[in-house]
């Protein structure tokens, strides 16, 4: 699944992460990297690996492009998570955090 690859990595998971707090007003690239305190061509590239995989959408609004999480994708994503994960079955959560039965 292509969005797990994409929050596999450190960055796009913050990226991710700010956006779903954002909600649906989005952020611009420049508030993410101020926000994230990370470089802007990073941040081009993050964005759009987000983008290729369905996390995240953009929209243009006068000089700039307005970045939104892509709730619906964001739901199927721990839907799939929760159905696969432990067999369909609940997880008992170890000390460790980790999943018990997986």
């Known amino acids: ?22 909600g649906p007003d989005g952020l611009t690239p420049g508030a993410i990297a101020d926000k994230l305190e990370v470089a802007p061509s990073a941040l081009s590239f993050h964005l759009k690996e987000l983008a290729h995989s369905g996390l995240v959408s953009s929209e243009p609004r ?21 159905e696969h994960c432990c067999q369909g079955e609940a997880c008992e959560v170890a000390d460790d955090a980790a999943c018990s039965t997986c």
């Open 1 to 22: 699944m292509r969005a797990l690859a994409a929050l596999a990595q450190a960055q796009r998971l913050r990226t991710f992460r700010a956006l779903v707090v954002a």
């Open 62 to 82: 006068g000089r700039n492009l307005i970045y939104r999480a892509n709730f619906g994708q964001m739901n199927a994503l721990l839907g799939y998570l929760t």
